[in-house]
């Protein structure tokens, strides 16, 4: 297969071409724009779908670097850890715990419609979980993880081809789902968003004015600056941790240190500028978030899933369709029935099929339209981006062992 490769700054640079088409192709398309479904996604699956064209009739592959994106990772998450007040961590506590308990719960039923999918299609039972969670809540990494340690065990070839499909295929319904099942959710049940709640990523449409002060240089100067130190000092912590024996992804000792600085720094020093929860944190959260999810969905590649055809499709089919209705008929009902519980809802859909930043994107979208909702901005990464990487370890080897 030849390939053509995209370097670092033009994949960056067609990943800001990719956000505003997704916001053309928004403002012209009435579902993407009544149904909430974030520009990035947009933009990105229509160019995907080109880039797949383009390799049905030359036969060249498309390969982007993606460094650029994946800083715009970390930098997202430091903002939210920055945002995040622990006056919200306590009062979101409960919830927390309870989100947790759903989510470990749903991904012993994502590996058992994966386990049904191995007896329907005669594969080997351990690549049940990259039909379920490690492909799909755990995403690309834990499936590039763990399809060649399936594939060594059990001799199945398409082992790791299955896992990263399925990761990719889970991420596009992840990022097409979550908007509708909030629009539903609050329209059927007239939610309305807190009067006084302040937007934590992105700024609401209707809000043209500058409460929190005009956004200039210097503003953002000072955000990036706070930023970058909280990710400087997350990486050195970072070390420290993978010594310890824990491996973690960058971004979440990020997010942790984000929040130790807002809820200390700010106290120690009074008189000092602090750009949490400002308009200008705000544009670097939304413009990160946007364009790391511009590249990463522009960068799929959709022949991987023609290729691997009516298993991978029929298996994805019954997950989405479980996915809906637990999040319909569970997640929103136990999280409280109201306008927040409805945002998770869409948070749910973006990491349980998808990635966390897919689960801010859509929640990020629905608050834009409706209103903010900070607390599920702060639960939902700590238990997607922290707490489910762990359960999810012991949840694959139960089942990759049965």
């Known amino acids: ?30 579902f993407l724009r009544n149904y909430n479904i974030p520009e990035p996604v947009s933009g990105g ?9 383009y390799f049905v009739v030359t036969g060249s592959q498309i390969i982007f670097d993606l460094a650029v994106r994946d800083y715009l990772l970390v930098v997202f998450f430091a903002t939210i850890g920055l945002n995040a007040r622990i006056a919200d961590l306590f009062k979101g506590g409960r919830l927390l715990i309870i989100l947790l308990g759903l989510t470990v719960g749903f991904m012993l039923l994502q590996n058992v419609v994966g386990l049904v999918g191995t007896v329907l299609f005669d594969l080997p039972t351990p690549v049940a979980v990259l039909l379920g969670s490690a492909a799909l809540i755990g995403g690309h990494g834990t499936a ?9 065990a059990t001799g199945f070839a398409a082992a790791a081809e299955i896992g990263i499909a399925s990761a990719t295929l889970g991420l596009v319904f992840a990022a097409l789902i979550g908007g509708p099942i909030a629009k539903f959710l609050i329209d059927r049940n007239k939610l309305r968003a807190e009067e006084d709640a302040d ?17 200039d240089q210097i503003s953002l100067m000072r955000s990036m600056l706070t930023i970058h130190i909280a990710i400087l000092l997350g990486a050195m912590a970072n070390i420290f941790i993978a010594e ?33 929860r400002s308009r200008s944190l705000a544009v670097v959260s939304d413009y990160s978030l946007s364009v790391f999810l511009a590249m990463s ?106």
């Open 1 to 30: 297969m030849n390939e053509v490769q995209i370097d670092a700054f033009v994949a960056v640079t067609m990943g800001f071409i990719v956000y505003f088409l997704g916001a053309f192709l928004t403002r012209k398309v009435a």
């Open 45 to 53: 699956l229509a160019v995907a779908l080109g880039t797949w064209l």
């Open 144 to 152: 590039i993880a763990w399809g060649p340690k399936i594939q060594e």
């Open 199 to 215: 937007p934590i990523v992105g700024l609401e449409f209707k809000d043209e004015g500058t409460p929190d002060g005009t956004v």
């Open 244 to 276: 310890a024996g824990l491996d973690l992804p960058l971004f979440v000792p990020c997010l942790l240190v984000g929040i130790i600085m807002s809820n200390t720094i700010p106290y120690i020093f009074p008189r000092l500028i602090w750009p949490a």
């Open 297 to 402: 969905l522009m960068s799929m590649n959709l022949g991987s899933l023609a290729e691997l055809g009516a298993p991978l499709m029929t298996v994805l089919a019954l997950q989405v369709l479980m996915t809906v209705t637990f999040i319909m008929f569970v997640v929103f009902r136990v999280l409280g029935g109201n306008y927040q519980a409805a945002v998770l809802s869409a948070g749910f859909a973006g990491f349980s099929l998808g990635a966390t930043p897919t689960a801010i994107a859509n929640m990020s979208s629905v608050t834009k339209r409706y209103g903010a909702a900070p607390l599920a901005f702060i639960v939902l990464p700590l238990v997607s981006a922290f707490f489910v990487d762990l359960a999810n370890a012991f949840i694959i080897k139960f089942f990759v062992g049965l």
